[in-house]
């Protein structure tokens, strides 16, 4: 189970940090993925970050402003988001898994707007 | 960035029809890494599909992939009225970014 957190609504320029808490499996075993969906939208790759954190990747549009992150012990995975955008309203989702994700959580919704 | 398109982007079919959704790349995608996924109103993606054509455990296998290079086919043999749902397809062949296709609507005649 995946359970995310963290979301809200945040003027433009400002931050939020996401939260998602794993049960059921192993979680240090696993690279772990942020994927976001905008309103009535498609999915978007975000970030992905390898078992012991030592490896993380980014979208394009997000580098620089994002920062994904883990707590092994707490079984937790982070999305911290600076400078965010109109476009960067969306549902994230925490998923299993390096690049085709094969567990996902409900997600939580971040929208961006003055 | 390997961009994908699907096609329809709507398929009007009844319940015992066959679907077939289609998936097509700008550029080959590498090493047959390409997946399928099933969302539902208001629910997460469902990973479907992987590696162009392994189902995942428990998924029906009326639910079939196939393709190689840049063209790619989701089948479901008989639609089943839980089968009504958006489908994507993701490419994870190259580099980050991992691109999905804009999806298509499989929806009730």
């Known amino acids: 189970q995946l359970v995310e957190s963290g979301g809200g609504l945040v003027q433009p320029g400002g931050s939020l940090r996401l939260s998602c808490v794993v049960s059921?499996?192993?979680?240090?075993?696993?690279?772990m993925s942020w994927v976001r969906q905008a309103p009535g939208k498609g999915l978007e790759w975000v970030a992905n970050?390898?078992?012991?954190?030592?490896?993380?990747t980014y979208l394009d549009s997000v580098k620089g402003r994002f920062t994904i992150s883990r707590d092994n012990a707490k079984n937790s995975l982070y999305l911290q988001m600076n400078s965010l955008r109109a476009e960067d309203t969306a549902v994230y989702y925490c998923?299993?898994?390096?690049?085709?994700?094969?567990?996902w959580g409900q997600g939580t919704l971040v929208a961006v707007s003055s | 960035e390997v961009v994908l398109t699907q096609s329809p982007g709507t398929l009007s079919l009844s319940p015992g029809d066959r679907a077939t959704l289609s998936c097509r790349a700008s550029?080959?995608?590498?090493?047959?890494?390409l997946a399928w996924y099933q969302q539902k109103p208001g629910q997460a993606p469902r990973l479907l599909i992987y590696?162009?054509?392994t189902r995942v455990t428990g998924v029906p296998d009326r639910f079939s992939g196939s393709g190689s290079g840049t063209d790619f086919t989701l089948t479901i043999s008989r639609l089943e009225p839980e089968d009504f749902a958006v489908y994507y397809c993701?490419?994870?062949?190259?580099?980050?970014?991992?691109?999905f296709g804009p999806g298509t609507k499989v929806d009730i005649k």
């Open positions: 998923a299993r898994g390096h690049s085709a994700p094969d567990s």
């Open positions: 059921g499996f192993t979680f240090s075993s696993y690279w």
């Open positions: 970050i390898k078992e012991d954190g030592s490896e993380k």
């Open positions: 550029q080959s995608v590498s090493s047959r890494f």
């Open positions: 590696d162009v054509s």
């Open positions: 993701q490419q994870y062949g190259t580099s980050p970014p991992f691109t």
